[in-house]
């Protein structure tokens, strides 16, 4: 996972164990990650995003997760950035 220097560039979510996960912020995926996963299921394309993104090591994190935890994961993540699969749209 390339993350940057600012706090802004990284999301950290703990779980309710005391896990600390760190992920690239929302808006730091890369478009051929989603290009690539754009015909997925929404499985399929939270682990393609986590494989494609994350070190062996946070990686190995998530696979600890139940899935009632591995969905509130995704969702703060989402909340904190642009959803993932549904572009921005200008009003212009």
């Known amino acids: 996972m390339t993350t940057g220097d600012s706090p ?3 999301f950290v ?3 309710p ?5 760190t992920l690239p912020a929302v ?9 690539k996963l754009r ?3 929404e499985l399929d394309l939270m682990y393609g995003v986590l ?5 062996p090591d946070e990686l190995a994190k998530t696979d600890e997760l139940d899935m009632e935890q591995l969905e509130a994961l995704f969702a703060a993540w989402q909340s904190s950035g642009v ?3 549904e572009p921005s749209r200008s009003s212009t």
Not at 27 to 35: A, C, E, I, M
Not at 51 to 55: C, G, I, V
């Open 83 to 85: 959803s993932l699969g």
């Open 27 to 35: 808006r730091r995926v890369k478009s051929g990650t989603l290009r």
């Open 8 to 10: 802004a560039d990284r």
């Open 51 to 55: 494989e494609d993104m994350l070190p």
């Open 17 to 21: 164990d005391g896990v600390s996960i």
């Open 13 to 15: 979510w703990t779980s």
């Open 39 to 41: 015909n997925s299921s």
